[in-house]
């Protein structure tokens, strides 16, 4: 079955650690991006990537980091500069057109110990 | 900036109907509706794109405004598994970068 996967679910994080969560997906998509969900919040995007080997910031990319070195993976790195990192990390893709949907995976939750 | 949705939050009982409003302060190419459950990823729902073509789900029904920039979702006969957090994200360009609003948060009861 075609999908986007994300690991870890959960995810400890100790002051001053970087941390990477992963996302994969076998949908072909071109378009990969990385929302930041806290509670009773909605989805604010972190960056986002049209095609491989390029991305961009989105709206709240401060102490977070990417790479897009295959069309399956989208890995996102919670750097130690991001002082607030606790959330839900939502990881989605689409061809990219408007027209279509986007498809997310399970996500990520993230804590601080 | 972010679209606004109203209401907030609504409580139904099973078999009756709502609306819920997203409102952006920009122009829009497309708007977009997707439920989220706790916890749980979100699920599409719906696209409306500028010009009146609609993409989505066959029982649930929406519209698209264009001038005044604000989409509706309407739900009808409520079914207990239409409870979850409803979200609209709006599109500028023909580019899918969304941004989402804060959400609306529907209760069906019995």
């Known amino acids: 079955d075609g999908g986007i996967t994300q690991s870890p679910k959960y995810l400890f994080r100790k002051e001053g650690q970087n941390v990477t969560l992963s996302c994969e997906q076998n949908?072909?998509?071109?378009?990969m991006y990385w929302y930041r969900q806290d509670p009773g919040q909605g989805l604010r995007l972190i960056y986002y990537?049209?095609?491989?080997?390029?991305?961009q910031k989105g709206d709240i990319a401060e102490g977070y980091s990417v790479s897009r070195e295959k069309k399956e993976s989208f890995p996102l790195t919670v750097t130690s500069a991001q002082k607030n990192p606790t959330a839900f990390y939502l990881c989605?893709?689409?061809?990219?057109?408007?027209?279509?949907?986007?498809?997310f995976g399970d996500g990520t939750r993230l804590s601080i110990l | 900036q972010q679209p606004v949705q109203s209401p907030q939050a609504v409580i139904l009982r099973e078999g009756e109907d709502a609306v819920i409003n997203c409102s952006s302060s920009?122009?829009?190419?497309?708007v977009h509706w997707y439920r989220q459950k706790h916890g749980e990823a979100p699920v599409f729902l719906m696209i409306?794109?500028?010009?009146?073509e609609q993409k989505g789900h066959e029982k649930i029904s929406a519209s698209f405004n264009e001038k005044k920039q604000q989409s509706s979702l309407y739900l009808t006969a409520s079914q207990l598994s239409y409870s979850g957090t409803y979200f609209c994200?709006?599109?500028?360009?023909?580019?899918?970068?969304?941004?989402f609003g804060t959400g609306t948060r529907l209760l069906v009861s019995p």
């Open positions: 994200g709006t599109a500028s360009t023909g580019f899918q970068k969304l941004v």
């Open positions: 949908l072909n998509h071109d378009a």
């Open positions: 920009k122009a829009l190419y497309s």
């Open positions: 409306l794109l500028k010009g009146g």
């Open positions: 989605a893709s689409s061809i990219g057109e408007s027209n279509q949907p986007q498809h």
């Open positions: 990537s049209q095609i491989v080997n390029d991305f």
